[in-house]
């Protein structure tokens, strides 16, 4: 059984394995020990805050870990309000029309256009299964997790939540679209671009990334081709995504113009059909899966089970291992979500 829980600085090594292995073009989880050292402490200080009546400089890390082995399968994570002690930058992809009745020419051309519009808006992020434990509701529940725990504590996140999709890059970490703000801009590439962003040194960005907006058709073809388009690692995520309701508004990442996109958190499709429910521990015959949190945070857990869920009294039945998983008892109170 897949189990998320917060992160703990013993899964330091489990963090760095996870890191390592999802490659180029994964900014939120470089390779360097002091950032991801760093993390998990913000991330223990964040589940530790009480009475959160809005969301701040929390961020919230977590890892699955099969109940049997203890080994951790992956992470997911949620910023809860990005862009204040560290900029965050997008670009937004916008429209002109250049005219002239008298020679009868209308063109339509598209800009990229450098901001910060995603600033106090909760972002998730960090979401990383090993390819070993891709399989069953495992994708599902580390994603989704997080919109169980948004729909119980809604007040510790932002009314638009968003999602940075990774872009296209090669298996050695090269961009098209950054090889041509490299080639103009940037004496830099990708992979330390990357890297340097993700420890948190983003000075560079501000000191030369253009500041006016730039012709989208005076790129390259190769770097037009791949704006607002995702890895082939990621399209299962951002399929997932846009069945919650995700939508791109035209703001792509100024590295590898992958897709940023967002939702209303009420209107999340997983925070907006969750159930809240009481439990009753039994054992069971139920056939229904369902993803299960119990309603703690600083002692947040979740997993994929079976479940016999009665509308009527709103009682639930889960199985005593599935009871001892969530640290749950008879009376106890969970948000579940059917599968």
Partial sequence: MLVVRPIAMSDYDA??????ESGHGFTSLPVNEELLTNRIQHS????GK??????????????????????VAGCTGIEASIGWDVPFYSYHISTIVHSSPKLGVNNVVKLLTFGNN??????????????SF??????????????????????????????????????????????????????????M????????KKGFIADLMPKLPIYINLLSKEAQAVIGQVHDNTKPALKLLENEGFTCRNYVDIFDAGPTVECDLR????????????????PHSSSQDYLIANTSFENFRATAAKAAFDRESNKVIIAPEVADALHLKAGDYVRMLAQ
């Avoid at 963090?15 to 390592?20: F, P």
């Avoid at 995603?118 to 390819?131: A, D, K, M, N, V």
Wanted: net charge negative; with cysteine.
């Fill in 267 to 282: 209107n999340i499709n997983s925070v907006r059909d969750s159930i809240r429910a009481e439990v009753q521990i039994a």
């Fill in 193 to 200: 671009a990357d890297y340097l962003t993700g420890i948190g």
């Fill in 44 to 47: 223990e200080y964040s589940f």
């Fill in 118 to 131: 995603y600033t106090g808006c909760s972002e998730i992020c960090t979401l990383f299964l090993r390819p």
């Fill in 134 to 191: 891709r399989g069953g509701l495992n994708g599902r529940l580390m994603s989704k997790c997080r919109f169980l725990m948004m729909a119980e504590h809604p007040q510790r996140f932002s009314k638009t939540i968003f999602a940075e999709m990774r872009g296209v890059s090669d298996a050695d970490g090269n961009s098209p679209f950054w090889q041509w703000l490299q080639e103009h801009f940037f004496s830099i590439d990708f992979t």
């Fill in 50 to 71: 009480h009475n959160v009546a809005e969301p701040g400089d929390e961020g919230y890390l977590m890892v699955g870990f099969d109940s049997e082995s203890g080994e």
């Fill in 15 to 20: 963090l760095h394995t996870c890191a390592v």
